[in-house]
């Protein structure tokens, strides 16, 4: 079979055509893909500046303009790998509890499928129930975390359940492989140093952004690979995560973030990872006036497609 090819530039106008990611072909299962793209249009955990529902529909938009050849890496993942746009899952909109139940089952056919999800949120909160479905064929996994928040509060407003908690809620479970997690970006302010240090506590890796500052991630990121081995890893990238100069579009900003090069490096950073899946959560198209926030998911998606094994596999040597 033919792999699937995104609509270019030449054969459609880029502002129209399909409404998918990057104008890929869609299809209603992961049947016969090896990656998908699905949408999760949650924000039901927010606890500031809501509109992460229209987030996998504003990322889809900006995607248009990316082609399927990267420059820099010298491939197209498109001529190894068979990748197609699940759609969104449909979520119940008026139940959390209920969404939990609903994601975690599309991921679990996703799983029965055997592609890999990269996925379109929706506030961070979706993390918790897609690691709980990879967990169940992977068992315990690393994770490459960007974000300006660490995620470990034990409950928000009393909830357990929202997107501050995840990774707390993950640990908890045993999903996670703690020494083979490193969360990115941390910064600003906080109610404690508990804040940071619980995530230090269980074993995982704290980069500060204040020690991003001013310099390449690229030895970080080989260090991080040493550090991930040959186990299962997946990539979780909360837009805030960089700072809102690039990326205004998110309900929780926090200044003195990531560049968009280094997002790239962290991403670029994650090839010879086995990479199982990845999300690009956080994005708000109604504070995204410009689409840069957008624009800038989309890219970091298709350099997680470009980190996938067997991405590659076509690599022009030329």
């Known amino acids: 079979m033919p792999f699937n090819q ?3 530039g030449n054969d459609m106008p880029r502002f129209a055509g399909p409404g998918t990611m990057m104008r890929l072909p869609t299809q209603e299962t992961a049947e ?3 990656v998908c793209f699905v949408g999760v249009p949650f924000d039901l955990g927010t606890s500031n500046r809501s509109g992460t529902r229209f987030g996998p529909k504003g990322i889809r938009s900006e995607s248009t303009m990316i082609r399927p050849y990267s420059m820099w890496l010298g491939f197209s993942p498109f001529d190894a790998l068979q990748v197609a746009d699940i759609g969104d899952v449909a979520i119940n909109t ?3 509890a209920k969404s939990m139940d609903i994601i975690e089952k599309a991921y679990d056919d996703i799983m029965a499928h055997g592609a890999i999800p990269l996925t379109m949120g929706g506030d961070h909160t979706i993390v918790l129930p897609i690691l709980r479905a990879l967990h169940k064929k992977h068992g315990p996994i690393g994770v490459v975390h960007v974000d300006a928040h660490a995620d470990i509060n034990d409950s928000m407003f009393g909830e357990k359940i929202a997107h501050g908690t995840p990774f707390r809620r993950l640990v908890e479970e045993g999903i996670l492989d703690t020494k083979r997690v490193v969360q990115i970006g941390l910064r600003t302010t906080g109610y404690s140093a508990d804040d940071f240090n619980w995530s230090r506590d269980q074993g995982m890796r704290v980069v500060q952004a204040e020690e991003c500052w001013h310099k390449s991630l690229a030895p970080l990121m080989e260090e991080v690979r040493e550090q991930m081995g040959d186990g299962p890893v997946y990539i979780s990238f909360d837009i805030d995560g960089l700072d809102p100069t690039v990326a205004p579009g998110t309900g929780t900003m ?3 973030g990531l560049t968009s090069i280094q997002g790239f490096e962290i991403v670029r ?3 010879g990872m086995n990479i199982i899946g990845g999300d690009l959560v956080e994005v708000s198209p109604p504070y995204d006036n410009s689409g840069v926030t957008s624009m800038m ?3 970091l998606l298709y350099e997680m ?3 996938i094994p067997g991405a590659n596999a076509k690599k022009d040597e030329a």
């Open 269 to 271: 950073g994650c090839h």
């Open 254 to 256: 926090e200044p003195g």
């Open 32 to 34: 016969e893909l090896d």
């Open 297 to 299: 998911a989309a890219n």
């Open 6 to 8: 995104p609509l270019g």
């Open 94 to 96: 008026f139940n959390l």
């Open 305 to 307: 497609l470009c980190a």
